[in-house]
């Protein structure tokens, strides 16, 4: 297996940063070799993005409750004051992803990253924020795009976020939305840079041990099993990236 995966992580919690690790994993393995990085981690060469991602092929964006832009949250507030110089530290590292156009996929927190370097403001949405499955639905045939060939014209995702993109980025491509409850559920950028606010890592186990944990992310007095759906579809999607990768 000669295809490579970095992920770049924005986790401080060690169980939630292994159990996006391995979840991630899984969904890729067949395909490519797997390692990660941490976003926190100021050592790395972050202005030197060749050495950085060394002989690598593709790149995936973890998402993070540890962080937010807004998150309704003061503007002060370390956690979300973080989030702004997370975007300093990667803002080399993704504008050598959008000159070499380098597969990549973000997921949550990283779709919100990358939509914010590409120029949408991040912020904290009511009508938006939920942890909970919501259907999303293709704005553009399927069939055309590597990443969700197999998947049907609308299907359940998982969500688990506060914060939203107020807007699709000047140049990106709106590929699902969910209504007014998701409007920028999954973005493309040039041919192989790709996002979603939603997480295709997870299935509904991953997902109720996750949410369970995340204090501030469920409704008060809700049951998580009762909020998510079994059997989401959007699995495939990282398989298909990951199989993208191997190819190229």
């Known amino acids: 297996?000669?295809?490579?995966?970095?992920?770049?992580?924005?986790?401080?919690?060690?169980?939630?940063?292994?159990h996006e690790a391995e979840c991630i994993t899984r969904a890729v393995q067949e395909y490519?070799?797997?390692s990660f990085i941490d976003a926190l981690d100021v050592m790395l060469t972050w202005d030197n993005p060749l050495l950085l991602l060394g002989t690598h092929n593709g790149i995936i964006m973890g998402g993070?409750?540890?962080?937010?832009?807004?998150?309704?949250?003061?503007?002060?507030d370390p956690d979300?004051?973080?989030?702004?110089?997370?975007?300093?530290?990667?803002?080399?590292?993704?504008?050598?992803?959008?000159?070499?156009?380098?597969?990549?996929?973000?997921?949550?927190?990283?779709?919100?990253?990358?939509?914010a370097f590409a120029g949408a403001e991040v912020r904290y949405d009511k009508a938006q924020r939920k942890s909970r499955s919501h259907e999303v639905r293709f704005l553009v045939s399927a069939h055309e795009?590597?990443?969700?060939?197999?998947?049907?014209?609308h299907f359940h995702a998982y969500y688990g976020h506060k914060d939203s993109l107020?807007?699709?980025?000047?140049?990106?491509?709106?590929?699902?939305?969910?209504?007014?409850?998701c409007q920028v559920s999954a973005l493309q950028y040039k041919n192989n840079i790709f996002t979603t606010q939603f997480h295709p890592e997870l299935t509904f186990t991953d997902m109720v041990e996750r949410i369970k944990n995340l204090p501030g992310y469920l409704p008060e007095g809700a049951a998580v099993e009762?909020?998510?759906k079994e059997g989401s579809q959007a699995t495939r999607i990282l398989e298909n990236f990951?199989?993208?990768v191997a190819k190229e």
């Open 64 to 76: 993070s409750g540890d962080f937010d832009f807004d998150g309704g949250r003061v503007a002060d």
């Open 166 to 181: 107020d807007r699709v980025p000047e140049g990106a491509t709106l590929v699902l939305e969910g209504g007014e409850a």
């Open 80 to 115: 979300r004051q973080m989030s702004y110089e997370l975007l300093e530290r990667l803002r080399t590292l993704f504008a050598h992803i959008f000159t070499h156009d380098i597969p990549t996929f973000g997921i949550c927190y990283g779709h919100q990253l990358i939509g």
């Open 145 to 153: 795009h590597f990443l969700f060939a197999g998947l049907p014209t």
């Open 226 to 228: 009762d909020l998510f």
């Open 32 to 34: 490519a070799n797997v």
């Open 242 to 244: 990951a199989q993208f």
């Open 1 to 18: 297996m000669s295809a490579s995966i970095v992920v770049i992580q924005f986790r401080r919690n060690p169980f939630y940063k292994q």
